[in-house]
């Protein structure tokens, strides 16, 4: 069974500062997905990062893929109030199975000014 | 493209009542996958379809809940009879594939009284 972990899975953070958020799963896989989530919204897609080395960027986030080591990373840079929100990863299992995607129980990110 | 559509958008119903949730997924898109999330479980996926098919029901958390999908632009969520555990909201997904990037629908927000 795949399994999704995320760290932390709160942080409070303020402008301006650097931080990064942890994506680490069980088993193979070759395509990771980022959503973030606001407070009574739908999951909006982020990143699709589909093979080990890929790293996506968009504004002040970017995120990374580490195939071998099972971990992405999506990074924060700067920090704004407007990227406060909660943010999944999601990992297929790409060594056969037929399971959808597995999410990550989010991490909850709270930018203060 | 008007994405993924979800109806209603909230329902609140008595204990015993039978509730039917709709989902139009994104036209061309072949796999749909219907999820709840609550605070305490998080996000989980209840079914997925392939080209119609289910192909993995193993999260549908017992008999009062059944999924449906006639044709490649319609699916329903039922249960019946509804308790006040079933309160939640609830995603349908779409994807071109099923190990492709999702797209959530707004929710359905359900609560059982």
């Known amino acids: 069974e795949l399994k999704v972990e995320q760290n932390p899975l709160f942080l409070s953070m303020q402008e301006g500062k650097n931080y990064t958020i942890y994506c680490n799963y069980s088993t193979t896989s070759d395509r990771l997905y980022w959503y973030r989530q606001d407070p009574g919204k739908s999951l909006e897609s982020l990143f699709v990062l589909l093979s080990n080395g890929a790293v996506k960027q968009e504004g002040r986030l970017m995120a990374s893929l580490d195939t071998k080591a099972r971990l992405s990373t999506l990074h924060i840079t700067a920090a704004v109030h407007d990227l406060s929100a909660t943010y999944f990863c999601a990992v297929w299992d790409s060594g056969g199975g037929a399971d959808g995607l597995t999410f990550g129980k989010g991490t909850h990110l709270i930018i203060q000014p | 493209d008007a994405g993924v559509i979800q109806s209603p958008r909230h329902e609140v119903t008595e204990m015993g009542q039978e509730v039917t949730l709709r989902c139009k997924p994104i036209s061309g898109h072949n796999s749909l996958f219907w999820y709840r999330q609550t605070m305490m479980r998080g996000l989980e996926l209840l079914i997925y379809f392939n080209n119609n098919v289910p192909i993995d029901d193993s999260g549908m958390p017992e008999d009062r809940f059944s999924a449906k999908m006639p044709n490649a632009s319609f699916s329903t969520l039922k249960i019946q009879p509804s308790e006040p555990r079933d309160s939640a909201v609830y995603f349908c997904?779409?994807?071109?594939?099923?190990?492709?990037?999702?797209?959530f629908g707004p929710g359905t927000r359900l609560t059982v009284l």
């Open positions: 997904a779409s994807s071109l594939q099923f190990y492709n990037e999702q797209f």
